[in-house]
């Protein structure tokens, strides 16, 4: 199987905060549904974040055998997509809008076709009610 993510002596957080210290992933399996759980304050936003070059990091970060540390903003947008959990106030997103959000994020476009495929694999994790 591919791999996915791996990090290696990964650190990230905030000038007088570092949440995450030299954090190793071994390689993550492509495709496969990876659970990230803590509680709060842990570092799961700011992992995310990081991934998605939100948040500064330093150390090793790979994505299907790309550096995303040396990748241009843009770049890794195409590969990583954030979206918080909790909105602006008076923002209210269902799933569908959700994804579709992240695909344009990503620089993917949106059309009738795009809207069946995701709709497709949300029947198939079995949420499609929620779209």
Not at 30 to 46: A, D, H, Q, Y
Not at 78 to 93: C, T
Not at 104 to 123: K, N, P, Y
Request: aromatic share 4%.
């Amino acid at each position: 199987m591919e791999q996915g993510l791996t990090l290696r002596g990964f650190s990230a957080g905030y000038p007088k905060n570092k949440v995450i210290d030299n954090l190793n992933i071994a390689p993550l399996p492509r495709g496969e549904i990876t659970v990230l759980l803590g509680p709060n304050g842990c570092g799961k936003s700011t992992l995310l974040r990081a991934l998605a070059g939100l948040n500064k990091g330093q150390g090793e970060m790979w994505l299907n055998g790309e550096d995303l540390m040396t990748q241009p903003f843009a770049r890794r947008a195409k590969n990583v997509v954030y979206l918080p959990q909790s909105l602006p106030a008076g923002v209210h997103l269902h799933v569908l809008e959700s994804i579709i959000v992240a695909q344009r994020a990503s620089g993917g476009l949106h059309s009738a076709s795009s809207e069946a495929e995701i709709m497709h694999l949300l029947e198939q994790l079995g949420i499609a009610h929620l779209a």
